[in-house]
Structures are given as structure tokens and as C-alpha cells.
T-cell receptor
């Protein structure tokens, strides 16, 4: 199974952009890159996912390196509500439906 | 649209008792998943339903755990008899498509405490 590596924790000031890195050097050509986050006392929440091209949605942007060995989740303007544990997860195509959650990055937002 | 709903939110039972957790997925979602986080560990996959059929139950810890999804709507996860190591938070998720390329929508979980 391809694995991901994320920093254990990060801090960011409120209203500033946040760049959360993820390394996945053993990624295969069919692996999708997913980001989920978990706020305190809640279930995981989908943030964004992509395969090769950069992706944008209302919550965040996903920047994928050209060689796909790393990616960055970008929160454009952090709010206190963005304080959570962020998980970078690889999933492959049909036949394996397990999402493997690692330890993630605990993001602290400083008011 | 209503989200994934789980009942109860908390359950405290004694070792040896039986507990049944319920999950109501988002309407129209054929795919339903169970995950759990035991104390201090990572969130782990338990099993996956497509409609009423179990597609993958490789994450189920042992035969004390039984999941059902009769009629392809809500699902139940029964633990019988419960052991201390079963304590943790049990999450249910649903999706329209398969998880490799579709968002999973998670419920807020059931916190199970076995004493």
C-alpha cells in the first residue's frame, strides 16, 4: 500500500493562508489523493480529492506536484473553524474501498 | 439534504453485554461503510456495503461483530458479547460512488464505552 507522510502538527494565524504538505513518494499511477479533516467531537469531513491536476472547491485547493510524489492542501484564509486534524489519504481504483487514515496533521489556528 | 445519522451518540455497557449501533445513510447512497477509532489508535476500516450486500468485511475484528443492512437502507452493527477492547468511536459513512473517487459523508459517530 502506498503511504503518506504528514507533519504531526502545524500552526497558522487566523485569516492567513495555510499550506498543509503531504508526501507520497510511492504513489502509483491510479492512486487518487484525498484530504479529509476531523473537527473535535465530529466525524471525518471530506475536503477535496484529485488525481493529477490541481483542484479547487469552495473549501480548499489541492496542488499536486508534477511527479505526484507530493501534494499540498491550501486553505486560502484560515478561520478558527478550520482547526482540525487533516488527513492526506491515497485510494486506488475499483476493488479496494478502504480509506487508510494515518495520524494526520493537527492544525491549530491562532486568533 | 440530511447527513449521515448515527444512534446512539454514546453508549456505556458492561463487558459481556450486547450493543447495537445504527446508521442511517444519506438517502440514495448505495455505498455504506463502517469505521472505528479505538483509544489512541488511527481510524480503521471495518466493512463496506453496496446496497444490502457486504462487499468487503475484511476489517471486522472478530465474529463478535455482526453488521447488517436489510433492504439496503439503514445499517446496524451489533457487538455481542462486548469486550473492553471494543471501546472506541464507531463511524458510519455513505457515498453515491465508490470511495476511491467519491466523497465519503461521515456521521458524528457512536462513542462506545465497555466497562
Amino acid at each position: 500500500d502506498a503511504k503518506t507522510t504528514q507533519p504531526n502538527s502545524m500552526e497558522s494565524n487566523e485569516e492567513e493562508p495555510v499550506h498543509l504538505p503531504c508526501n507520497h513518494s510511492t504513489i502509483s499511477g491510479t492512486d487518487y489523493i484525498h484530504w479529509y479533516r476531523q473537527l473535535p467531537s465530529q466525524g471525518p469531513e471530506y475536503v477535496i480529492h484529485g488525481l493529477t491536476s490541481n483542484v479547487n472547491n469552495r473549501m480548499a485547493s489541492l496542488a499536486i506536484a508534477e511527479d505526484r510524489k507530493s501534494s499540498t492542501l491550501i486553505l486560502h484564509r484560515a478561520t478558527l473553524r478550520d482547526a482540525a486534524v487533516y488527513y492526506c489519504i491515497l485510494s486506488w481504483n475499483f476493488g479496494n474501498e478502504k480509506l487508510t487514515f494515518g495520524t494526520g496533521t493537527r492544525l491549530t489556528i491562532i486568533p | 439534504e440530511a447527513g449521515v445519522t448515527q444512534f446512539p451518540s454514546h453508549s456505556v455497557i458492561e463487558k459481556g453485554q450486547t450493543v447495537t449501533l445504527r446508521c442511517d445513510p444519506i438517502s440514495g447512497h448505495d455505498n455504506l461503510y463502517w469505521y472505528r477509532r479505538v483509544m489512541g489508535k488511527e481510524i480503521k476500516f471495518l466493512l463496506h456495503f453496496v446496497k444490502e450486500s457486504k462487499q468487503d468485511e475484511s476489517g471486522m475484528p472478530n465474529n463478535r461483530f455482526l453488521a447488517e443492512r436489510t433492504g439496503g437502507t439503514y445499517s446496524t452493527l451489533k457487538v455481542q458479547p462486548a469486550e473492553l477492547e471494543d471501546s472506541g468511536v464507531y463511524f458510519c459513512a455513505s457515498s453515491q460512488g465508490l470511495s476511491y473517487n467519491s466523497p465519503l459523508h461521515f456521521g458524528n459517530g457512536t462513542r462506545l464505552t465497555v466497562t
